[in-house]
C-alpha cells in the first residue's frame, strides 16, 4: 500500500507570496492532519480534517488554512508569507481520528523557504 | 495537554540496547503513549504505542510503568540505522472527543559504531 505523499517536495516562494501545498494520505485513511517543524519550535500542529470537515485546529493564524475533498486528499494554504513560515510542513493520515487508538502516518514533508 | 519530558541527547553503542526514556506526569487514563522517529528531517517514522501494558513489536519493546506516568522506549540491538531523533508522544483527547498528537522536543540518539 503506497504511503503518504506530499506535493511538492521543496518550495521557494517570498515574502507576501501565498503557497499551496498538497498532501495525499494513505488508500482508505480518512482524516489528514498537519504540522509544522521547525529549528526553534519543533513540531506544531496545524489541523486536522476528517471527512472534508476540519475537526481540530492549532494555534496559527488564519493565513493558515486547508481543505479536504472528498477523496480525502487535503491542501494547505498559508496567504502573505512571512519570514517565519519558513518550514518542512508534514501530512499525516490516519483511519480515523475518533477511535481511541489511532496511528497516524506521516509523509515526507514539504520543505518551503521564504525569502 | 499531556506534555512529555525527554533527555535532550543519548548515546548506544551499536549491538547494545538503546534504552530511552519519557516522563508524562500528566498523562490521562484513556490517552496513549506513541513513539515516533525521525531521520534527516524526513518524515516521522511509527515505531509503537500503547495505554497501559508492555507492548512489542518487531522494531522495539514499550514499557510503561504502573502508574503511566512514565515510559521506556527499547531498541533492543541498536544499528547505526537508528540513530535520529525519537519522539514520545502523547495522544491527548480533547473536548470534541476527538485526538491530537502532543509532539515534545524528542531525544536525539547518536548510535556509536
Known amino acids: 500500500k503506497a504511503g503518504v505523499t506530499q506535493t511538492p517536495r521543496y518550495l521557494i516562494k517570498t515574502r507576501g507570496q501565498q503557497v499551496t501545498l498538497s498532501c495525499s494520505p494513505i488508500?482508505?485513511?480518512?482524516?489528514v492532519s498537519w504540522y509544522q517543524q521547525t529549528p526553534g519550535q519543533g513540531l506544531q500542529f496545524l489541523f486536522e480534517y476528517f471527512s472534508e470537515t476540519q475537526r481540530n485546529k492549532g494555534n496559527f493564524p488564519g493565513r493558515f488554512s486547508g481543505r479536504q475533498f472528498s477523496n480525502s486528499r487535503s491542501e494547505m494554504n498559508v496567504s502573505t508569507l512571512e519570514l517565519g513560515d519558513s518550514a518542512l510542513y508534514l501530512c499525516?493520515?490516519?483511519?480515523?481520528?475518533?477511535?481511541?487508538?489511532?496511528?497516524?502516518?506521516f509523509g515526507p514533508g514539504t520543505r518551503l523557504t521564504v525569502l | 495537554d499531556a506534555k512529555t519530558t525527554q533527555p535532550t541527547s543519548m548515546d548506544c553503542a551499536e549491538g547494545r540496547a538503546a534504552n530511552l526514556p519519557c516522563n508524562h506526569s500528566?498523562?490521562?487514563?484513556?490517552?496513549?503513549v506513541y513513539w515516533y522517529r525521525q531521520i534527516h528531517s524526513q518524515g516521522p517514522q511509527y515505531i509503537i504505542h500503547g495505554l497501559k501494558n508492555n507492548e512489542t513489536n518487531e522494531m522495539a519493546s514499550l514499557i510503561i510503568t504502573e502508574d503511566r506516568k512514565s515510559s521506556t522506549l527499547i531498541l533492543p540491538h541498536a544499528t547505526l540505522r537508528d540513530t535520529a531523533v525519537y519522539y514520545c508522544i502523547v495522544r491527548v483527547v480533547l473536548t470534541s472527543g476527538t485526538y491530537k498528537y502532543i509532539f515534545g522536543t524528542g531525544t536525539r540518539l547518536k548510535v556509536l559504531a
Open positions: 488508500s482508505g485513511h480518512r482524516s
Open positions: 499525516a493520515s490516519s483511519l480515523a481520528s475518533y477511535a481511541l487508538t489511532d496511528t497516524q502516518y
Open positions: 500528566t498523562i490521562s487514563g484513556n490517552e496513549y
